[in-house]
């Protein structure tokens, strides 16, 4: 198992060029399942869950080639209508097959995912929606067994924005009968992103990434190029990583309107922002003042960047609240952040964080993607070692993170163990 070794306290600074977003390329990846036709993805980051996509599309019975950056997805054979237990429980997002496959062949069987770190995260959204174009659901040893004849379009009203629902009911209404409206949708950057992949397969997805999403079914979707946008997320984490150690920074390729509730909050605490086509600088120049942040789907402030944000707020003037509303349990890492010296009470889905002059390296552990990277953060503003020990939690969701840390001029290594 690998750990990061960290001496932190060195102000980041340079320029660095941001991925291909993760969160955009799995589904998009997956959608690829709607036709035979060969697909070629572009700007895909180099991850250990895309590559679990690349095994779950394989076990299904795609070919996959690729080189740097670029996925072709190409056929092999019939398609398999029955995604393995052993790459599911690997990686939640698994259960976007669901859709293509059902509104394809009419028939799918999903293990369904149990609970994770940060929370339960049931499918019941996914569930309910394709019932509602007209699937029937029974469970059996584990798995949900999905059927229709033929989907049928229909009005669809979420209970909750949910963003793996929403793309899954909009790959599967593709291949429907009829028109389907997706109301309450989840209006993430990486919903419009597989909408323009859909679009460019043939399907006709209007208002992806607004609260309502159109889908025209009655499509026979074709093969498709693509380019995956930036991640926000890593944008977002990096921008907090050299607010936090008081430095100043270029990040080249990142999208500042995909940011904005988080771009909004690092100004009031006393980051400089300034933001083109295709960059974000980030500086600061003194310690942060501390303003308060509560998760939102969309285009609140994200879930995925509370964690980094609290380590930023770990140095502020003052203290301030956090408030997670969107997972139930997403303050794994707050306890290891108390253990590098932090002041954070937690109770139920609020913490108070009380900020300090500086903090300090101590052993601590990643226990999920996020989270993860909010220790990589703070060692990197703390004065001293740390050594954070499950790394491959962070290596899920962020690439060569300490490479490309280096090039910012971080003393971070990876240890093998
Ligand atoms: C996506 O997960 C992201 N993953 C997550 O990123 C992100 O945190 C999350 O959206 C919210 O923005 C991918 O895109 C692969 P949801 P997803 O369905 O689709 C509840 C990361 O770190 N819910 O919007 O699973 C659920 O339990 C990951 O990169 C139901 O109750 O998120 C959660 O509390 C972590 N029933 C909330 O909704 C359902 O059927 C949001 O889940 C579905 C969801």
Request: hydrophobic residues 40%; charged residues 25%.
């Amino acid at each position: 198992m690998d750990s990061f070794i960290i001496e932190g306290g060195r102000p980041l600074k340079g320029t660095l060029r941001v991925s291909g977003s993760k969160n955009a390329a799995l589904p998009i990846l997956i959608a690829t399942l709607l036709t035979d036709e060969a697909c070629e993805i572009d700007n895909v980051p180099n991850l250990r869950d895309i590559r679990t996509t690349f095994r779950l599309l394989e076990s299904l019975g795609k070919r996959i080639e690729y080189d740097g950056d670029a996925v072709r997805v190409l056929a092999r054979g019939r398609l398999e209508t029955r995604a393995p237990y052993e790459i599911v429980k690997q990686m939640r997002a698994s259960v976007l097959v669901a859709g293509p496959l059902l509104g394809r062949f009419g028939t799918v069987r999903v293990p369904i995912p149990g609970g994770c770190a940060i929370g339960m995260r049931p499918i019941d959204i996914h569930i309910s929606g394709f019932k509602a174009l007209g699937a029937t659901e029974h469970e059996e040893t584990g798995d949900a067994v999905l059927k229709a004849a033929r989907l049928k379009g229909r009005r669809v009203r979420l209970r909750f924005p949910s963003v793996g629902a929403t793309e899954n009911l909009m790959m599967a209404a593709c291949l429907a009968s009829g028109t389907t409206v997706i109301s309450n949708a989840a209006q993430e950057p990486e919903i419009e992103d597989l909408g323009a992949f859909l679009n460019k397969m043939g399907g006709e997805v209007i208002g992806a990434g607004t609260g309502v999403v159109t889908v025209k079914g009655d499509r026979r979707l074709r093969g498709g190029q693509h380019a995956v946008i930036p991640d926000r997320v890593e944008t977002g984490t990096l921008l907090l990583a050299v607010a936090a150690t008081g430095g100043s920074a270029r990040l080249e390729g990142a999208c500042a309107d995909h940011l904005k509730a988080v771009l909004d909050k690092l100004s009031a605490a006393g980051g400089r922002i300034r933001s083109g086509y295709g960059f974000i600088d980030v500086s600061m120049a003194s310690r942060p003042k501390a303003v308060g942040i509560k998760t939102l789907p969309h285009p609140g402030f994200p879930t995925d960047l509370q964690a980094p944000w609290m380590s930023l707020m770990c140095l502020a003037r003052g203290s301030c609240l956090v408030v997670e509303t969107v997972f139930e349990n997403r303050y794994l890492h707050a306890g290891e952040l108390v253990r590098m010296g932090a002041g954070i009470q937690v109770r139920g889905s609020v913490a108070r964080v009380s900020g300090r002059p500086s903090l300090s390296g101590a052993p601590v552990m990643a226990s999920d993607i996020r989270g993860g990277a909010a220790l990589v953060v703070a060692a990197l503003a703390a004065h001293g070692k740390t050594k954070i020990q499950r790394v491959y939690h962070i290596d899920r969701g962020y690439e060569r993170l300490e490479v490309r840390l280096r090039r910012l001029g971080a003393r971070i290594r990876r240890v093998r163990e």
